[in-house]
């Protein structure tokens, strides 16, 4: 089973959402996706001061057997990518939700929140993929 | 375990400073005075330096690290991996054709000229094609030129609302890659649980904005797409073309052509079907076929005759809307004249012949493999001259995957067959043994195969090692990617 | 049955192990309306001994001139051993190595290959191969507009100094993305790009393209060329002739950073004229755009004891993985011919590709003095040239190749039809296959045809 930390936010492209509180989140790829993709070997990541559109595809997550586009969960403005992952992108193997976050956005329109799944709705779609 | 063969140096490793091999060079030389010294190079490449006999050892016992046709059984599903009859290599390498300038007149090229025409109408007429030139490269050149066509057809017509190439989910990479290339976006249309492209959802896919399909048949699954027919009237009541990717024309050849099928534009990998050799990754060549519509758009030059019966190279004066050169030249001759030489020794019933018995191979295989107690991706079809069997309930149950059974079978000496291709099958071996296999050789690799499962079930460890007995043990991919060590650098 | 192995028992087992009558039943789920007829087309297979008759022959009927052409395919000497060993069935029938375990040797082999067109480019990495130099050209021009973030332009500096069909091909492959090739004209004194004549604002540009010899065989400023692009925010796009680089400087070291991508036709190493192919196209690059590059690239790594082997590594580029937005469709690149390549460098050494390329040029240059004590025969651009030169004529060049050709005299590439302001003009060529006995005739031929 993978691991879906209650107190986050989920997309359907396998996307979690951190709300920070002061209109920023940030974002990574989730336990389930990480699993998948297997050992991870390359991020691409977009620069700071970048605006991003809900859905854009704004980075992508490199294995040996696959490379995935991640999606911007909402739109803003990238505040800060993960740099750490330049050197050590097996740390999203190994803390997919802490220190291998991918990248901060300044929300552009707080009320996108809505549209994204909550820890339940996210297990059950990983389960059902499963299927 | 069998003795693992020595470790060889990389041929820098072999290097001495001043060794030069004199029978090469001894009196070859000259003034640079034409050349400023600012415009020289300051220090010679560090090449290596090494005496005639230190190379052709070298080069030896690496070969000696590969497994090929001509050493091993090699049904890599997707690649038609044949005999290449060496009799193709020696007529193709005669002094005549090998010494030719590319540049020559036509008139000092008439015997070349003559063997490319011949070809050309060779492919035409087991492809059912209204025209055929031979330069692209590759299949997935072949490709380019085929949806570059598609593309100049509909531009032609002033149809620019043509923005999409539908492509399966079972497609080949090449296919869209190329639609990408030719400035499409890409489409994918989803299989059907029978291995047949989904004809609702086609429906639902097509419109003013199709360009055209990319289709495979038989299809990468290793199935015959038997509503083609359907297929190819749904794709062009909505205007838009069929393409033909020929990588498996070896199940069909002389049985089917193309041409009735319905597509409008194709390509054949002479590399597959025409038994001209992989090299260890190239080179192949990958002409295109068209209907008589695309035939303005053809990427030339294309071997046409003039009044006489003189051969020529025909170029953008005679066919001005062509999508135009794809190589310097004139694509890879050689190779077009070794897959030339081929057709002729197979003549017009050699050709169906490959198709019978390239069948006849692949489902004798999948037979015996049933009975072995494997699973088939897709049970009750007929293989063409390939099938897929997914180790699906290997991987959960005792815990093998396709990987591990593919490297094992490396140790009981058979080249394994495509693994994870395609990508919508899981755990699945694309198995082709082509139709120069003898029944004796399937039978081994049955029995292997059966082995392999027994080892599995004993200890899942056995095939996690392996492969055991080649120069060297199971490699670290990811390791290669993170570190990325492209070159070999002199230690300081 | 030719390259079929089955006997009639065979044929008869494994029938019954398929459950079916005859081969015939295996075909049941083709629609029927869609069998085809007999191939009346197609003549009646002949054996070996027919067929070896019949290529010994055409093979005999072309004509074997003696070449002075050049123009981007270049005779040069091949030893016995390359070939020889290329054409080992382990090489010549493996398939792309895959199965990294099976395939040490091809792997070993291009990891070699990389290695020593990086040294012979100065560059830092390089690819597996690409096709030809032409495509590679086309491939370079695509991955300068992804590696080169900064500029939105997708707009390409085309000197007109670099070979025409290979600006026709990249056209050709590379305009449905919307992409760009300005022409720049070349100076008419020199036969090269004047860094004197590029603007001092010229806006957006993705990168510029920089012949090494160009076509005309002249060496550009290569150095100036550079600096001016990199100044201007573009990348440099090196097209290179691989023996060359044995004399002059290097693509890595011209200018203050060095070209970014290099490419070339990768015949003169060791690859047969063969009527254009198959020949093979090299890239190399800076290694922080490695990732952009398009084609096999080999990786060493460790097996799990720890012991060196070699795999095809950074694959998520490549359209098996990364489908529509892969770095290029390329699947089947060159391989047999890399091989060869790398045997060729390996056999020859520094000093045997330094002769060649010496030879070449002092050749050249003999035949350029020889043909231009001829009344009416003249060298047109005065820049430094490698091993292939412009000469005027005095009277029409297909005229003058026509007579050439009588005396079994290749004569060089008429430029008239790609550069209509050269006309009565002729590309020639020595290299090191050429000697004075060679160029003797050459030079009483042409005076014939001329008086
Ligand atoms: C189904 C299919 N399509 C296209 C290709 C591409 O052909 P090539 O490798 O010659 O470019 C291949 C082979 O690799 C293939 O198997």
Wanted: proline letters at 6%; one cysteine or more; charged letters at 20%.
């Amino acid at each position: 089973m993978s691991n879906i930390p209650s107190e986050l936010k989920y997309t359907k492209s396998h996307e979690w959402v951190r709300i920070e509180g002061d209109g920023t989140v940030t974002v990574g790829i989730s336990d389930h996706a990480q699993a998948l993709l297997g050992d991870m070997v390359f991020v691409e990541l977009p620069e700071p001061g970048t605006s991003l559109d809900a859905g854009e595809e704004c980075a992508v997550v490199e294995s040996v057997k696959a490379a995935s586009d991640v999606y911007a969960p909402m739109t803003g403005e990238v505040l800060a990518a993960n740099e750490l992952l330049e050197d050590a992108p097996e740390t999203i193997n190994t803390d997919a939700y802490n220190d291998g976050w991918l990248f901060r956005i300044k929300l552009a329109d707080e009320a996108e929140l809505k549209e994204l799944l909550d820890a339940e709705a996210y297990a059950e779609l990983v389960a059902e993929e499963d299927h | 375990m069998t003795q693992r063969a020595v470790c060889e140096p990389l041929i820098f490793e072999h290097s001495r400073p001043g060794r030069v091999n004199r029978a090469q060079s001894a009196h070859l030389g000259g003034e640079l005075n034409g050349i400023p010294e600012s415009l020289r190079r300051k220090h010679p490449p560090r090449l290596p330096e090494v005496s005639e006999l230190d190379a052709v050892r070298h080069y030896t016992r690496l070969s000696q690290k590969n497994f090929s046709i001509d050493t091993h059984f090699y049904p890599l599903g997707s690649c038609t991996m044949k005999y290449n009859p060496r009799a193709c290599n020696t007529l193709a390498s005669l002094p005549g054709f090998l010494g030719q300038h590319p540049l020559s007149a036509a008139r000092d090229s008439q015997g070349i000229l003559a063997c490319l025409w011949e070809l050309q109408e060779m492919l035409k007429e087991v492809t059912g094609m209204s025209a055929v030139s031979l330069t692209p490269m590759a299949g997935a050149q072949g490709e380019f030129a085929g949806v570059a066509m598609i593309r100049a057809y509909h531009d032609a017509r002033g149809d620019d609302a043509r923005t999409e190439i539908l492509v399966p989910d079972a497609a080949h990479g090449t296919n869209p890659a190329t639609a990408t290339m030719c400035g499409y976006t890409v489409r994918e249309i989803p299989t059907d649980n029978q291995g047949d492209v989904d004809e609702e959802a086609l429906k639902a896919a097509v419109g003013p904005h199709t360009a055209g399909i990319m289709l495979t048949n038989p299809s990468t699954l290793g199935v015959f797409e038997r509503r083609i027919h359907e297929i190819a009237r749904i794709v062009h009541e909505a205007g838009g073309l069929l393409y033909y990717d020929g990588a498996n024309l070896n199940a069909i050849l002389g049985k089917v052509k193309p041409g009735d099928m319905g597509f409008d534009v194709i390509h054949m990998n002479l590399h597959k079907t025409f038994s001209t050799p992989h090299g260890g990754g190239g080179p192949g060549a990958g002409p295109v076929g068209v209907s008589e519509h695309l035939q303005p758009f053809m990427p030339i030059p294309v071997v046409g005759r003039d009044d006489s019966g003189a051969f020529r190279w025909l170029d953008e004066h005679d066919l001005p809307q062509s999508i135009g050169r794809l190589s310097a030249h004139m694509g890879n001759t050689g190779i077009l004249l070794r897959a030339y030489i081929y057709a002729l020794m197979l003549g017009r019933e050699g050709m169906v012949r490959i198709a019978d018995y390239a069948t006849l191979n692949a489902n004798y295989l999948m037979a015996r493999l049933r009975d072995a107690g494997f699973d088939m991706a897709l049970p009750g079809r007929r293989a063409t001259h390939e099938f897929i069997l997914t180790l699906k309930h290997q991987a959960k149950e005792p815990g093998v995957t396709a990987m591990d059974f593919a490297k094992r079978l490396l140790d009981y000496g058979f080249h394994a067959p495509t693994t994870y291709f395609p990508l919508i099958i899981p755990e699945c071996l694309l198995i082709e043994p082509t139709e120069t296999e003898s029944k004796q050789a399937l039978d081994a690799f049955v029995e292997a195969m059966t082995a392999i499962q027994a080892e599995a079930e004993k200890d899942v460890e056995t095939l996690k090692g392996a492969p055991y007995s080649l120069p060297v043990r199971r490699l670290d991919d990811v390791k290669a990617a993170r570190e990325l060590d492209l070159r070999w650098q002199a230690k300081a | 049955m030719p390259f079929i192995p089955h006997t009639e028992d065979d044929t008869r087992a494994m029938l019954a192990a398929c459950g079916v009558d005859s081969i015939e039943d295996l075909f049941d789920e083709i629609p029927p309306e869609l069998r085809a007829d007999a191939l009346d087309g197609i003549p009646p297979g002949r054996d070996e001994l027919a067929v070896s008759r019949l290529l010994h022959a055409r093979a005999a009927q072309d004509a074997q001139p003696l070449c002075f052409t050049g123009a981007g395919a270049y005779e040069h000497h091949i030893p016995a051993a390359v070939w020889e060993i290329t054409t080992r069935g382990e090489y010549y029938s493996a398939y792309t190595p895959y199965q990294a375990e099976a395939s040490q040797g091809t792997l070993q082999l291009l990891y070699e290959f990389q290695t020593m067109m990086s040294e012979l480019t100065a560059m830092e990495v390089a690819n597996a191969s690409l096709y030809d130099g032409a495509t590679a050209l086309a491939e370079a021009v695509l991955m300068a507009v992804r590696a080169n973030r900064k500029s939105k332009a997708r707009r390409i500096l085309m000197p007109r100094t670099v070979h025409p069909r290979y600006r026709g091909v990249v056209q050709a492959i590379v305009h449905h993305q919307g992409i760009t090739l300005e022409l720049l004209d070349y100076d008419t004194a020199g036969g090269h790009i004047n860094p004197a004549s590029l603007p001092t604002t010229p806006g957006d540009i993705t990168a510029l393209v920089i012949p090494q010899p160009n076509f005309f065989g002249a060496l550009e400023d290569a150095d100036a060329l550079t600096d001016w692009a990199h100044t201007h925010g573009a990348l440099v796009i090196g097209v290179v002739n691989p023996t060359a680089m044995a004399v002059i400087t290097p693509p890595g070291e011209w200018g203050a950073a060095g070209a970014d991508i290099v490419c070339g036709e990768g015949q003169p190493l060791g690859i047969p004229l063969a009527s254009g192919g198959p020949y093979f196209g090299f890239m190399c690059c800076k290694q922080k755009i490695v990732r952009q590059m398009p084609g096999r690239i080999i990786g060493a790594t460790v097996d799990l004891e720890g012991k060196r082997g070699y795999v095809l590594t950074l694959q998520a580029r490549e359209q098996h993985i990364r489908r529509s937005k892969a770095t290029s469709n390329i699947c089947t690149n060159q391989g047999l011919m890399t091989t060869a390549a790398t045997i060729y460098m390996a056999v020859m050494g520094p000093a045997g590709l330094e002769g060649v390329a010496r030879q070449c040029h002092a050749n050249t240059r003999a035949l350029v003095q020889q043909l231009g004590e001829i009344d009416g025969v003249e060298t047109v651009f005065d820049r430094p040239t490698f091993h292939e030169t412009v000469l005027r004529l005095p009277r029409p060049t297909a005229e003058v190749l026509a007579g050439l050709s009588e005396r079994g005299i290749f004569g060089g590439f008429d430029l008239s039809a790609d550069y209509p302001e050269l006309d009565n003009t002729l590309l020639v060529c020595a290299t090191e296959t050429r000697n004075e006995t060679d160029m003797d005739a050459y030079a009483a031929a042409l005076r014939e045809v001329l008086a």
